[in-house]
Each structure stands twice: as structure tokens, then as C-alpha cells.
């Protein structure tokens, strides 16, 4: 099983859907969590930090779930500026993070 | 902005030539790692820094060295390129929470 697991899509959306992510992930005793994007041919770019108790940041949502080691991304009102690939991102808390194989999105006019 | 500059940006070499990419930091970042990326394999890390002369190795590190003799500068070596290691290189550093933030990538062709 991988360590970080996510659905790679692609997800094909119209401007303005609800769209939602999960990742699971398989070491119980991780430590913290985060969502990326990456667009194509740049850099991974934090969108945000997971907390325990679930934190939004404007149309973004982000939960943990750690009784069933999942975490969530939820995109509300797509922007064709929301197209990218989504990577999910575990600490261990060994120094290094472990980074799942992402979820391609695209949000369609 | 996380001040991380990677250099070259872009780079074609032949197989077997020796290769230096430079990842320069200017916020004093203790930690600073290389990941490679490629299709269907994701980040994967080659080596990782936790200071000055502190170094260990990733999860792909065969065929790459390291090294860092000051805090800005964390240099990645491949002694003799191969045409697997045609990649994307990215460096990061990282943050106080435990995130990375990433240099701007150098795209490496082995011929």
C-alpha cells in the first residue's frame, strides 16, 4: 500500500461546480498535513495547511479525518483558475515529507 | 516568496559529463532538500540538508551527491550524467510548520 494515496483523476468540472478531493494516507502517526498545487511545468506551491478541527481558506476547505487517516479538499465556485494538480502532503515528522502522486483538475468555461 | 533561486534554470548535457545544480537560499533556512519529479513517479527526494555539512539521503540518492559548506548554498552533483536522470530538479526549504516551499526548478536533459 502506498504511503499517500490519491485518486489522480483527471476531474473535469464547469466554472462554478463544487469539487472535492480525498487522500488517504497509512501511517497513523503522522503529524501534520497540506494540500499543493502545481501548475504545469512550475513549482508545487503550499494552498494550505490541515488542521484537526478543519480549516477554510476563503472558496477552499481543508479536513483531517484521522480515525479513518483521510484527509479532504473541497473547492467551492471553480475558476478556470483552479485548473492545476492538487498534491497531498503527509510529515511524518522525520524531516521529510511524503508526497502523493496529485489529482489533476480541470475547470471547463 | 520564500527566496530560493535555482540555477541553472535549464540545462542539455551528455551522458557522462559531470553536472552542478545550485539551489540559493536568503532567509537562513536550516533544512534544504532536491527532489526529482517525473511522470508517473511524483516527487521523490535524492538528499536532504539539516545544517552545514549535514547531509543524508532520499529516497532515489544513487548517482547523486550533495553538499553544503554554507547555509545559502545547497549544491546537487551528478558525477556522471545518465539518461535517466533527465528530470525536472526541484530544491526546497523548510518552513516552521513542518511545509516546504520550492525554487523555481531546473530542467535537466541527458543526450
Known amino acids: 500500500r502506498k504511503e499517500v494515496e490519491q485518486d489522480p483523476g483527471p476531474f473535469n468540472v464547469p466554472e462554478g461546480a463544487t469539487v472535492a478531493f480525498n487522500c488517504t494516507y497509512s501511517?497513523?502517526?503522522?503529524?501534520?498535513f497540506f494540500w499543493y498545487r502545481q501548475d504545469c511545468r512550475k513549482e508545487p506551491k503550499l494552498l494550505m495547511s490541515?488542521?484537526?478541527?478543519?480549516n477554510e481558506d476563503g472558496r477552499f476547505t481543508a479536513q483531517l479525518n484521522r480515525a479513518s487517516q483521510y484527509i479532504s479538499l473541497l473547492i467551492r465556485d471553480s475558476k478556470l483558475s483552479d485548473s492545476a494538480t492538487y498534491l497531498c502532503?503527509?510529515?511524518?515528522?522525520?524531516?521529510?515529507?511524503?508526497w502523493g502522486l496529485g489529482t489533476s483538475l480541470a475547470v471547463n468555461p | 516568496d520564500a527566496g530560493i533561486t535555482q540555477s541553472p534554470r535549464h540545462k542539455v548535457t551528455e551522458t557522462g559529463t559531470p553536472v552542478t545544480l545550485r539551489c540559493h537560499q536568503t532567509?537562513?533556512?536550516?533544512?534544504m532538500y532536491w527532489y526529482r519529479q517525473d511522470p508517473g513517479h511524483g516527487l521523490r527526494l535524492i538528499h536532504y540538508?539539516?545544517?552545514?555539512?549535514?547531509?543524508d539521503k532520499g529516497e532515489v540518492s544513487d548517482g547523486y551527491s550533495v553538499s553544503r559548506s554554507k547555509t545559502e548554498d545547497f549544491l546537487l552533483t551528478l558525477e556522471s550524467a545518465t539518461s535517466s536522470q533527465t528530470s525536472v530538479y526541484f530544491c526546497?526549504?523548510?518552513?516552521?510548520?513542518?511545509?516546504?516551499?520550492f525554487g523555481p526548478g531546473t530542467r535537466l536533459t541527458v543526450t
Open positions: 532567509e537562513n533556512h536550516r533544512y
Open positions: 501511517n497513523s502517526a503522522s503529524q501534520s
Open positions: 490541515v488542521y484537526s478541527s478543519g
Open positions: 502532503v503527509v510529515n511524518e515528522g522525520n524531516r521529510k515529507l511524503i
Open positions: 526546497a526549504i523548510r518552513g516552521a510548520g513542518g511545509e516546504q516551499y
Open positions: 540538508s539539516y545544517g552545514v555539512k549535514d547531509t
